[in-house]
């Protein structure tokens, strides 16, 4: 019986991507802090799309092209030469309904490309936020999955572990799991799951001080908290939009 279920794995870093045959996968994007969380963020308060680039002078060049908002961060902090940075709370709705974006950060858009670039033809944005949207997905679809981790330039990181841990936790019963990343990534979300914003704090995981360096303890809880929405983010004809029929 196991045999029909679709095969599940968890890829920690980008670094790892070679190991995993994408091209006939759902590869789930996984940047907790913050890139996924503000895309699914900004597209459910209406942003028209979201064109994801691997660099900064992409990004400038494609957003005098379109007039389209350019945003970004590298290394926590909005990248220089572009006009906002990577935190949900830049695109209330009041701001971006309507409008294009484009996006590049120092981890989640780059692994986007490299998904690209290994012959991934169906690619989501997963995040906290749309946790449960993302499980129902996959679930309905019943294909093989890679859960793709940013981490932080090739280094696994904490919170992208959790999210595959926590989709992992809620579908596991529909997929064939054989894969260590996938058991670890489990179990550390089983760990945490009571209050994951203090497992990261006690761990002092990386990214937690790196942000709470800044004052972004805000978005931290923010980006830990699951199901602040209801959208799908999929990527298509070089952009990220709203995947229709998900309610």
Sequence with gaps: MDKKKP?????????LLHLYDVSDSIVVIIDILRATST???????????????????????IGKQIAAITAGERDGQIAEG?????????????????????LTTTNGTKLLHMALDRGAKEIIIGSFCNLDTVCDYLIKK???????????????????????????????????????????????????????????????????KRLSSFGLEKDIMFCLTPNTSNVLPFYTDGKLIKKPGII
């Design 39 to 61: 895309i699914t963020t900004a597209l459910k308060n209406g942003a028209k799309s979201i064109i994801p680039v691997d660099s900064v002078a992409e990004c400038i060049r």
């Design 82 to 102: 572009l006009q906002y940075g990577n935190s949900p709370f830049e695109y209330p709705e009041s701001f971006v309904a309507g409008k294009t974006l484009v």
């Design 142 to 208: 019943n294909k093989p999955v890679v859960l793709a981790c940013a981490a932080w330039k090739d280094r696994v990181n904490i919170e992208d572990s959790l999210f595959a841990g926590a989709v992992i936790k809620k579908v596991k019963e529909q997929f064939t799991i054989n894969c260590d990343a996938s058991q670890i990534a489990e179990t550390m979300f089983t760990n945490a799951s009571s209050d994951l914003f203090e497992f990261m704090k006690e761990k002092e995981a990386s990214h937690y």
């Design 7 to 15: 095969q599940l794995y968890t890829c920690l870093s980008p670094a």
